[in-house]
Nanobody, 122 residues
Framework: QVQLVESGGGLVQAGGSLRLSCAASRRTGSTSVMGWFRQAPGKEREFVALTIWSSANTAYADSVKGRFAISRDNAKNAVYLQMNSLKPEDTAVYYC???????????????WGQGTQVTVSS
C-alpha cells in the first residue's frame, strides 16, 4: 500500500502563486507515474500534470501549460506542483495520484491523496 499526502493549498489572489507538495510513503513499480488532478465544484475531475520518477518526462493539460510546473525529488519521494499566474478558474481541490501508466485518465491511477483546496479570488 502507498499513502500520498498533499499540502500547500490555500487562498490566493488572481495572478498569485502557490506550491503544492505530495509526499509518497514509498515508491514501487505500481507508482512509477505521479500525477496531479483537480476537481472543481460541480465539475468532473480533470488531469493537470504528470511526471515519471525515472525520467524527465512531464506532461500538462493545455489549460495550465506555461503557468504550472511539476517537479519531483526522488530522494524525498516527493512531487511538487508550482502554480503561477493563478486564475479564478483554477479553483478546485487538487489531488496527487500514483500509477504505473503514463495516462491523462484518473482511472489509470491506483493511489490517491486526500486532496488540498486551492481557491483563487478575483
Amino acid at each position: 500500500q502507498v499513502q500520498l499526502v498533499e499540502s500547500g493549498g490555500g487562498l490566493v489572489q488572481a495572478g498569485g502563486s502557490l506550491r503544492l507538495s505530495c509526499a509518497a510513503s514509498r515508491r514501487t513499480g505500481s507508482t512509477s507515474v505521479m500525477g496531479w488532478f483537480r476537481q472543481a465544484p460541480g465539475k468532473e475531475r480533470e488531469f493537470v500534470a504528470l511526471t515519471i520518477w525515472s525520467s524527465a518526462n512531464t506532461a500538462y493539460a493545455d489549460s495550465v501549460k506555461g503557468r504550472f510546473a511539476i517537479s519531483r525529488d526522488n530522494a524525498k519521494n516527493a512531487v511538487y506542483l508550482q502554480m503561477n499566474s493563478l486564475k479564478p478558474e483554477d479553483t478546485a481541490v487538487y489531488y496527487c495520484a500514483a500509477g504505473r501508466t503514463h495516462s491523462f485518465s484518473g482511472r489509470s491511477y491506483d493511489y490517491w491523496g486526500q486532496g488540498t483546496q486551492v481557491t483563487v479570488s478575483s
